[in-house]
C-alpha cells in the first residue's frame, strides 16, 4: 500500500526536472492551478516549488481569488466581508502555492475584487491590463492567444480556470456576483460556474503530458486546447459541465440552459440567480 512507502522529500531539481520533461521552457507561459500536499514532503514548501516554475518557464499566471470579498452570493446577503485591495491574502482554497507566490516573489496582481490573478515574467504587465470587471479571465485568454499552455500540479480539471474561459466563450450563462472595493464601494461582475463537474473533460484531454513529481501527478496541456474541448462538449451536451448538487448554482444554469440554447451570456439576457 501506498502509505507504507517510503517518499523522499521532493526538492527543487526534481520539480524542475519534471517541468523539463514535460517540455516546458523559458519561451512557455502557462497559468498554474497546484497543490502543495499533493507532493508529498517538499524541501522548502511552496516556496521552493515557485522558484523552480520561475526559473523554469517564461510567463506565470496564477489565480489569486479572495472569496471573502463577496458580498452577495446563492441569493442572498454575505455579511462580514472584506474590501479587496492588492495585499489581501488569496483565499486557502486555492492553496498555499498562490499565496506564497504573491506573499513573497512580488509579482504584479490584476485588481479584479474577487478574481484577481498573480502574474510574472514576460508580457506580465499587458496580461495584468486586459482584465476588467466584465472580462474576469482576460489574462489567461490573452496568454492562450500567445499559445499558453494550463500547468497542473497535483490537482486535476476541477481546479482548471481555463475551462471557465471556454464556457464564457461557448455562451454559457454566466451569473452574477457583487463585492466590496477597499474604498467601500460594491461592484457586480460575471461570476464561473460550479467547477464540480469538471472532470468531465479528461477523456478529451486525455493528450495532456503527464510525469510523476514526488507523489505528484503533474500535467500540462495547451489553454487552446482546452478552450476548443470545452466548447466543443458543450454544443454536444450543453449541460455536460453541470454538477447534481441540488443545491448548487448549477441548477439554476441548468433551468436556463433547458430554456435556451446556448448564446452569449449576459449578453443575451441571462438572469441572475436573484431572477431565475
Not at 139 to 158: F, M, S
Not at 199 to 225: C, D, I, P, T
Request: proline residues 5%; charged residues 20%; aromatic residues 6%.
Amino acid at each position: 500500500m501506498e502509505s507504507m512507502l517510503f517518499f523522499r522529500a521532493v526538492g527543487y531539481r526534481e520539480v524542475v526536472a519534471g517541468l523539463a520533461r514535460l517540455g516546458l521552457s523559458r519561451r512557455s507561459g502557462v497559468v498554474v492551478h497546484a497543490s502543495l500536499s499533493a507532493f508529498g514532503q517538499v524541501q522548502g514548501g511552496a516556496r521552493t516549488v515557485v522558484q523552480a516554475l520561475l526559473d523554469t518557464v517564461g510567463t506565470l499566471i496564477m489565480p489569486a481569488f479572495t472569496y471573502e470579498t463577496i458580498t452577495w452570493t446563492e441569493g442572498r446577503r454575505a455579511s462580514g466581508t472584506a474590501g479587496f485591495h492588492s495585499g489581501l491574502p488569496v483565499s486557502r482554497e486555492i492553496g498555499r502555492i498562490p499565496e506564497v507566490f504573491r506573499r513573497e516573489f512580488a509579482p504584479l496582481r490584476t485588481s479584479h475584487p474577487v478574481l484577481s490573478f498573480v502574474v510574472a515574467g514576460t508580457g506580465a504587465s499587458e496580461l495584468a491590463a486586459v482584465q476588467s470587471l466584465e472580462r474576469p479571465y482576460g489574462p489567461i485568454e490573452k496568454l492562450a492567444e500567445h499559445g499558453g499552455e494550463v500547468l497542473l500540479l497535483g490537482v486535476d480539471h476541477r481546479s482548471n480556470s481555463t475551462i471557465h474561459l471556454g464556457e464564457q466563450l461557448a455562451g454559457r450563462m454566466i451569473l452574477v456576483r457583487s463585492a466590496r472595493l477597499a474604498s467601500g464601494q460594491v461592484v457586480s461582475f460575471p461570476f464561473p460556474n460550479c467547477s464540480a463537474a469538471f472532470g468531465r473533460l479528461a477523456w478529451e484531454l486525455r493528450g495532456a503530458r503527464r510525469v510523476k513529481v514526488g507523489r505528484a501527478q503533474v500535467q500540462a496541456v495547451a489553454m487552446s486546447q482546452v478552450l476548443a474541448a470545452t466548447q466543443h462538449l458543450l454544443a454536444l451536451h450543453p449541460t455536460a459541465l453541470l454538477c447534481r448538487s441540488p443545491s448548487c448554482r448549477c441548477q439554476t444554469v441548468r433551468r436556463w440552459v433547458q430554456r435556451r440554447p446556448l448564446a452569449a451570456g449576459l449578453a443575451a439576457g441571462a438572469p441572475s440567480e436573484k431572477g431565475a
